[in-house]
């Protein structure tokens, strides 16, 4: 078990990959915002693939063990400690009963950070997940951010915990961060020459886009588009602004949405339809980054990608979760 002191900013319960299945009846697929950080945590712990865990954004979470057992630290290094003592990252370490956790704030480069449990976080399993949606107040913890005074209960390990100290994940098979962020993307589907002019999709992957600070689990939303970049003056039956169209489904998670003048990245808790247009779709493989980019400093970057290279890229992701990146 483990009691909450200091919740920090925001602190939830995620799996991977999320609560899938939903989005026709208007649920979100929520999920870790960074499925890597979070997958190589739970293989540092011995869990499978997907294991909930405990996802911190931005920092300040306080915690205290109420039993033994082996964790993993994993994504931007938020200088952790445990009873203020420095303790490694990308590795397994064990915890005794009585000893306290404690975070900084997000690192250099990165912004969430994820805490697994040998044994995975013992929260009910709600429509085939233990993701927490915070904007539909379901799933995870009570559907809800971590509050001080909250007991988070472990599963059962499924190997000896004296087994799994001390694993650590090779340097090669570590996430490279960054402050500028490329993502790969396909076009589409509403795109040029309909939509938006040749030149505005040129704009759209050859420039970088801050992340605004209004950012959140449910969209990344990134600086203003330059003017030229809509094929049409209006929406016509869709609305007045050219980015209006007749409501339709959004490709969830990764949809470019473009809501008036802002491209806005639609993730995790992001809506599941609406009425504006989207251009492209960032590829599964490349979805953890978002995760990681910190608004009001970081940049995105997107780099045009083929259906067939997204599939590559996913199969070759998926590669990493297993025990030979283990050093």
Known sequence: MLKVINPGIEVIVEDWPGRLGYLGKGMAPSAAMDNVALDLANLLVGNPHGEAGIEIAGGYFEAEFASNTVISITGTDMQPTINSQPVPMWESIAVSKGDKIKFNHFGNL???SYLSVAGGIDVPVYLDSKSTCIFGSYGGYQGRKLQAGDIVNFGNPTRDLNNLKGRKIKKEAIPEYAREWVLRAVPGPNTCPDYVTEEGMNYLFSNAFKIQHSSNRSA??????KEGFFAREDGGVGGSHPSNIVDHAYAMRGALNICGNTPV?????GPTLGGYMCVLSVINADLWKVGQGTPSRDYIRFEMCTQEEAALARRAQRALFDEK???
């Open 265 to 269: 990245l639609l993730i995790g808790d």
């Open 110 to 112: 990165g912004f969430r």
């Open 220 to 225: 990344y939303r990134l600086q203003e588009l």
């Open 325 to 327: 990146s283990l050093a």
